[in-house]
């Protein structure tokens, strides 16, 4: 099994008081939609759950997302526009996403699934990817969602936020560490592979 390193960080505060976030205070409805004004001559970001019309959007991040990591999209866009539509908004993907916009263009997502943790016996959020397209980096995307997410969290009583960051990406970390986690360095990321998956199985046979 392949070994890998990584960040793990937690938010369990229920106040969620992240106060150094990168944006203007914003003011938001109690729907959960964000409405951040980054610069008083620039269209605000806002910031809503994801529909299964955001597919082609989702599709063209997800790209980008995956050329940030150098690693190649194994399928076309139209593929992908298909797939996510019919994959990420099924009824047990067990997937929600929010999305980020800035005049009615989608230019960053967070991807997030709810659980209940057993242990500690409360409802917890653990975040798939948060990417921000390169071209608005510096709009204030990356902290409307996560406001948007604590929102979200504390309107359904969820208890802690859970996520992994790479080591090498300092400008991720620092950004992160605006917010006040808990960092849980001590933590081994695994994964296992849809081939080493069958592996598994057929030896078990």
């Known amino acids: 099994m392949t070994r890998e390193t990584a960040v793990s960080i937690v938010i369990s505060n229920r106040k969620f008081p992240w106060t150094s976030l990168p944006m203007d205070s914003p003011s938001a409805p109690s729907d959960g939609n964000t409405n951040v004004t980054t610069d008083s001559e620039v269209a605000p970001v806002e ?13 063209r991040l997800s790209q ?32 929600a996403i929010l999305i980020a916009t ?11 699934s709810e659980i209940f943790a057993l242990a500690t016996c409360q409802q917890s959020i653990f975040i798939q990817d948060l990417f921000v397209a390169r071209k608005a980096r510096r709009s204030g ?65």
């Open 141 to 205: 995307a990356g902290g409307a969602l996560m406001l948007a997410l604590a929102r979200h969290a504390r309107e359904r009583n969820v208890g802690q936020i859970d996520w992994t960051a790479d080591p090498w990406n300092s400008k991720a970390a620092r950004f992160y560490e605006g917010m006040g986690p808990i960092l849980k360095s001590e933590k081994i990321f695994y994964r296992l592979t849809q081939d080493r998956l069958n592996s598994i199985v057929k030896n078990a046979v």
């Open 64 to 95: 980008e997302l995956l050329t940030f990591y150098g690693l190649p999209s194994r399928y076309q866009r139209s593929y992908l526009t298909h797939a996510i539509a019919n994959g990420a908004f099924a009824e047990r993907s067990g997937l």
């Open 47 to 59: 910031t809503r759950l994801a529909t299964p019309d955001d597919a082609e959007a989702l599709g």
């Open 102 to 112: 800035v005049a009615d263009e989608p230019i960053g997502f967070l991807a997030f």
